[in-house]
Each structure stands twice: as structure tokens, then as C-alpha cells.
């Protein structure tokens, strides 16, 4: 059963700030705030009531990639990046680097985002089916690039 | 712990409404029969928890019944909040919209329900409610309905009285039954 989400708001909160702000510095409420949304989005369809805290972790960090890559596009600027290293994130986008956007994106959904097929579905407006499609081709290819 | 600022909170809160993520909104009031708890669903009010209660039991409930998308809004729930200290500080009766989906007895629903229509400022005792729900002999029962409103306040079970006149027992203690009466400027013995 999936605790109340405001419940883990108000006991993580705090920390997923801080965790927001080493990422992106002074657009950590921007990042957070998306990052809570983005939550609510997936929450009622996550497949187990685990490990939530690390959840939104993760949540919060892909968010702060995101806005990090969105703010890169928009500015050109000299500045290093702000977004600080994530080990196993970096990993993991380094793994999926080579497959086409909708692959990609379907693992994140999968893998970063934590949805089961029918959220993927929903995420991608795809059937359940195109969805598992989808993630098991792409693991395959990456499987057999590292065969 | 600092807790987030309380315009992120509620900017999230707000966009999760507009995007109809939310299952269920609560806030927290200050009132003079302590801190109360209320919680609406898409339909109307589904739940109020006294202090003494506790909170995270009622807001795990709400989730059960209506879904985890359950998210804390003092901005999303101004009218609602506005309507209770109305009704707190000058005495003006509550027409707040009322989701009993939490209560599932079929005979406790309408006891509920009848119990809805006893104005501010009248009471009615527990056998004359049963009788009103339907069944005259089932006085007892009515008085586990009101002992487990889970919308107390809004659905007055504090304007039910035994057949003595006396205060009789309250879900939320005695001492808050009698400062709602005394409140809605009714006495008793």
C-alpha cells in the first residue's frame, strides 16, 4: 500500500532540497517543484511501495539533468556544468547513449522512472504491449553492442 | 529540519490540481476545539480528524479509499477553511460538500445522511435519528454511526443527544462536544 504522498513530502522534503541544490544550485525550487510533479505523475502506477526516499532521489536527479540540459540548449554560456557528478545515473545515461530518443526514453521510464508497462504506455500513449516492446528491444540492443 | 517553503508546496499543490493529479487534498486548521484535520476528495469532504486522532492513520485511510495522490493545500482549500472559521468564530452553519464513501454500512450512511438535515442549533436524540434512518429500534447502532463519522463537525454528530438531555459521549470527547453546542448556543445538562 502506497503511503499518502504529502506524507513523504513533508518527511523527505527537506533533504530532496538539499539534494536539488547540489545538483542545480539557485534553480534548486525550480527543479524540485518539477521533480514533485513529476512524481505525482507516476506515483499511483510505481509496481511496489519500496524504497520511495531513493525513488524520489532519483526523480529529483533526472529532473535536475533535464533542466540542466534544457538550460544548456538555451544558453550558451562558458560556464561549466553546475549538475554534479551521479555515478550510477551517468552510467546509466552512458549506457543508453546510443539508441534513438524513444528507446532511451523508454528506459528511463522503466528503469529511472520506476513505471511498470502500463505507465510506460500511458507515458508514451502507446499500447501496454508496444510498451514492453519497446523496453525489451532496447535492452537487447544494448546487450548484444556489448556482446 | 526546515520544512520546504511553503510557496513551493503549494505551487506544486496548485499544478497537480490543474493537472487533476490529485486524489485527495487536506489542510490543517486552528480552531478552538484544537487542531482539526480536513481532508476533501473530488466530491466533497471525505474525512475531519481531531488532534486527539491520529494523522497519519486518517490520511493513510483517505489514501486507501481514494488514492496515494494525497497533497497538503491551505490555498487549494481556502473556501473550505474560510467556511470552518465562519463557522467557528460567528456561529454560521457549514453547507460544505460531504463525501461519506468512507463510511460503507449502508444503515451508518443513513444515519449520516439524516443526520446532515438537523440544522445549527437543534439536536435530536439517538432513538428519534434511528427512527428517522429507518429503523426505530436501532438506537444503539446510531450510536456507533456518530462514533465513527468520518466527517465530524460538518456532519454534526454533536447534535445527537441521549433521550436524558444529557451531553452523551463524543468521538472527539465530551469537553468538544459541549463547546460546539454551547457554540451553535445550545444548552445542556
Given at each position: 500500500m502506497l503511503p499518502p504522498f504529502w506524507t513523504l513530502v513533508e518527511t523527505h522534503g527537506d533533504e530532496l532540497l538539499a539534494h536539488a541544490r547540489r545538483l542545480a544550485g539557485d534553480a534548486a525550487e525550480d527543479v524540485l517543484q518539477d521533480a514533485l510533479l513529476r512524481a505525482l505523475r507516476a506515483y499511483p502506477r510505481l509496481r511496489h511501495a519500496e524504497h520511495l526516499r531513493a525513488w524520489l532521489y532519483r526523480v529529483t536527479t533526472t529532473t535536475a539533468i533535464d533542466h540542466h540540459r534544457r538550460a544548456r540548449r538555451e544558453v550558451v554560456t562558458d560556464e561549466p556544468p553546475v549538475v554534479a557528478t551521479y555515478d550510477t545515473h551517468d552510467d546509466f545515461e552512458a549506457l543508453i547513449s546510443g539508441l534513438n530518443d524513444t528507446a532511451q526514453v523508454a528506459l528511463r521510464l522503466r528503469f529511472v522512472d520506476d513505471l511498470d508497462y502500463d505507465g510506460i504506455a500511458s507515458e508514451l500513449g502507446c499500447s501496454v504491449a508496444a510498451a514492453r516492446q519497446r523496453v525489451s528491444t532496447a535492452v537487447r540492443t544494448i546487450r548484444e553492442s556489448y556482446a | 529540519m526546515t520544512p520546504l517553503p511553503e510557496s513551493l508546496l503549494e505551487s506544486v499543490a496548485a499544478a497537480a490540481v490543474r493537472e487533476g493529479l490529485a486524489d485527495a487534498l487536506y489542510t490543517r486548521l486552528s480552531t478552538p476545539i484544537g487542531r482539526l484535520l480536513v481532508v476533501s476528495g473530488p466530491d466533497g469532504i471525505v474525512r475531519v480528524a481531531f488532534e486527539s486522532e491520529r494523522e497519519d492513520v486518517?490520511?493513510?485511510?483517505?489514501?486507501?479509499?481514494?488514492?496515494?495522490?494525497?497533497?497538503?493545500?491551505?490555498?487549494?482549500?481556502a473556501a473550505s477553511r474560510d467556511a470552518l472559521s465562519a463557522y467557528f468564530e460567528g456561529g454560521e452553519a457549514l453547507h460544505l460538500p460531504v463525501d461519506l464513501r468512507l463510511t460503507h454500512a449502508p444503515f451508518r450512511?443513513?444515519?449520516?445522511?439524516?443526520?446532515?438535515?438537523?440544522p445549527l442549533g437543534e439536536t435530536v436524540s439517538y432513538g428519534e435519528l434511528a427512527a428517522r434512518a429507518g429503523n426505530?429500534?436501532?438506537?444503539?447502532?446510531?450510536?456507533?454511526?456518530?462514533?465513527?463519522n468520518p466527517v465530524p463537525i460538518i456532519v454534526p454528530c454533536h447534535r445527537v443527544l441521549p433521550g436524558s438531555g444529557k451531553l452523551g459521549s463524543y468521538?472527539?470527547?465530551?469537553?468538544?462536544?459541549?463547546?460546539?453546542?454551547?457554540?451553535?448556543?445550545?444548552?445542556?445538562?
Open positions: - | 486518517a490520511l493513510a485511510e483517505v489514501a486507501a479509499a481514494l488514492g496515494p495522490n494525497v497533497i497538503g493545500s491551505d490555498r487549494e482549500l450512511r443513513a444515519v449520516l445522511e439524516k443526520l446532515r438535515e438537523v426505530p429500534r436501532a438506537a444503539r447502532a446510531v450510536g456507533t454511526a456518530c462514533a465513527r468521538a472527539g470527547g465530551p469537553e468538544r462536544k459541549r463547546t460546539l453546542l454551547n457554540l451553535e448556543g445550545v444548552t445542556s445538562r
